[in-house]
C-alpha cells in the first residue's frame, strides 16, 4: 500500500508541478519548464533527440520516487499535518538548488541563466508548491482510505 500510495503521490504532485512550469513559460516566457525537461547533459541519455512527453516522463520518474520516500517516511509514525509539511519541504529542499546546476549544465537548451533570480523565483514557487502538494496529496488519500474501510 505505502508503494502504491508513493506513485500516486508522485504522479500527481509531478504532474502538477510540471503543468504548473509550463503555463508560467507560456505566460512569462521564462524558460524553466524547459530546464525541467532537460537531459542533454546527461552522458548516453543526449544521444536522443526525446519527445516532450518523453523528458516529461523522467521528470515524472523522478516525482515518483520522491512520492515513494515521502510515504514511507510519513508512515513511520503519526505525524501532525505542520511536521509532515515541514517533513516535504526538507525532503524536496534539493529541488530548489538543483536551478543552479542545470542551468549550468545545459549544453544546447535555452533555459534561464544561474544569474537570472527572477527565473529563480519562479522555479522556488513551482517546487513550493511541488513541496506544499506532498502532505496535501498524503492526507487525502489517507482520508479516502478511511473513509472506504
Do not use: C
Not at 525537461?37 to 541519455?45: E, G, K, Q, R, T
Not at 509532515?84 to 524536496?92: E, G, N, P, Q, R
Amino acid at each position: 500500500m505505502k508503494l502504491l500510495k508513493g506513485l500516486w503521490i508522485g504522479f500527481w504532485s509531478g504532474l502538477i508541478l510540471g503543468l504548473l512550469l509550463k503555463w508560467m513559460q507560456a505566460v512569462t516566457g521564462v524558460r524553466n519548464y524547459e530546464l525541467l525537461l532537460n537531459v542533454d547533459f546527461i552522458p548516453l541519455v543526449n544521444q536522443v533527440n526525446w519527445s516532450e512527453l518523453t523528458e516529461f516522463v523522467f521528470h515524472l520518474i523522478i516525482s515518483l520516487v520522491i512520492g515513494i520516500v515521502y510515504v514511507y517516511i510519513a508512515k513511520r509514525r503519526n505525524y501532525t499535518f505542520g511536521q509532515l509539511t515541514i517533513i516535504s519541504l526538507v525532503l524536496t529542499l534539493p529541488t530548489y538548488i538543483l536551478f543552479f546546476p542545470l542551468s549550468i549544465l545545459a549544453v544546447e537548451a535555452d533555459v534561464p541563466k544561474p544569474t537570472d533570480m527572477g527565473a529563480f523565483l519562479y522555479w522556488i514557487l513551482a517546487h513550493l508548491t511541488y513541496a506544499l502538494l506532498l502532505p496535501i496529496l498524503y492526507k487525502t488519500f489517507e482520508r479516502k482510505n478511511a473513509a472506504s474501510q
